[in-house]
T-cell receptor
Framework: EDQVTQSPEALRLQEGESSSLNCSYT??????LFWYRQDPGKGPEFLFT???AGEEKEKERLKATLTKKESFLHITAPKPEDSATYLC??????????FGTGTSLTVIP | DTEVTQTPKHLVMGMTNKKSLKCEQH?????MYWYKQKAKKPPELMFV???????INESVPSRFSPECPNSSLLNLHLHALQPEDSALYLC?????????????FGEGSRLTVL
C-alpha cells in the first residue's frame, strides 16, 4: 500500500534555529516528489519538485533533497513568517497525487 | 498567471439542499483535481479529470458528483450531504507535459453542512 509519512508532526523553533523536516514514502511508480507550504485557511502553495534521488532544490531559506526512500526540507535560520504547515506530496503513474501527513512549523521570535 | 479560482469561498447548506462548487483555471492545464481537507489534516484526493474525462474517483460517496464542462472549468455538485462532509474543498490543476509537474491550488471553498 502506498504511504507517505512526515515527521515530526509539529515543530517549534526559535528564530534562527535551523532544522529539517522529513518525508518518508513507500509507493509504486513514483513520478515526482513535491513540497508545498500551506497557511491556515488557504490552498497549498508550491515550493519544490524533485524527480531523482540525489536531486536538490533551493529557495531562500529552504532546501529540499531526495533519496530513494525519503525527502528532507531543510530550513536555515528560519523567521516567524516561515511558520506554516509543510506538506510533501507524491505523484504516481496515472495522475494520482497524494499528500503526506504534514508538519506544522512554528517559528518563535 | 498561475491562478485557480474557486467559488464560493464559503457555503452553508442543509442536509437536503443541492449546491455546487465551481473552479476555473486559464493556464491551459488539462488535468484538474478535487481534494477534501478537514481541520489539521492533509488534503485527501477525491477526483481527477484528465482531458475532460474522469480518470480517478477515490471511492467518493455518490452525494458528491463532479463535472468537467470544458478544459477550464470543474464543478462539484453536492446533494444530501452529511455534517461530517463539512470541510475545505480544494481544486487544483496540473502542469507539465503529460501532467508530470506540480499542481496549482485554489484558495478553497469552506463548506459547512448543518
Amino acid at each position: 500500500e502506498d504511504q507517505v509519512t512526515q515527521s515530526p508532526e509539529a515543530l517549534r523553533l526559535q528564530e534562527g534555529e535551523s532544522s529539517s523536516l522529513n518525508c518518508s514514502y513507500t509507493v509504486s511508480g513514483l513520478r515526482g516528489l513535491f513540497w508545498y507550504r500551506q497557511d491556515p485557511g488557504k490552498g497549498p502553495e508550491f515550493l519544490f519538485t524533485l524527480y531523482s534521488a540525489g536531486e536538490e532544490k533551493e529557495k531562500e531559506r529552504l532546501k529540499a533533497t531526495l533519496t530513494k526512500k525519503e525527502s528532507f526540507l531543510h530550513i536555515t535560520a528560519p523567521k516567524p513568517e516561515d511558520s506554516a504547515t509543510y506538506l510533501c506530496a507524491v505523484r504516481l503513474t496515472g495522475n494520482q497525487f497524494y499528500f503526506g501527513t504534514g508538519t506544522s512549523l512554528t517559528v518563535i521570535p | 498567471d498561475t491562478e485557480v479560482t474557486q467559488t464560493p469561498k464559503h457555503l452553508v447548506m442543509g442536509m437536503t439542499n443541492k449546491k455546487s462548487l465551481k473552479c476555473e483555471q486559464h493556464m491551459g492545464h488539462r488535468a484538474m483535481y478535487w481534494y477534501k481537507q478537514k481541520a489539521k489534516k492533509p488534503p485527501e484526493l477525491m477526483f481527477v479529470y484528465s482531458y475532460e474525462k474522469l480518470s480517478i474517483n477515490e471511492s467518493v460517496p455518490s452525494r458528491f458528483s463532479p463535472e468537467c464542462p470544458n478544459s477550464s472549468l470543474l464543478n462539484l455538485h453536492l446533494h444530501a450531504l452529511q455534517p461530517e462532509d463539512s470541510a475545505l474543498y480544494l481544486c487544483a490543476s496540473g502542469a507539465g507535459i503529460m501532467n508530470t509537474g506540480e499542481l496549482f491550488f485554489g484558495e478553497g471553498s469552506r463548506l459547512t453542512v448543518l
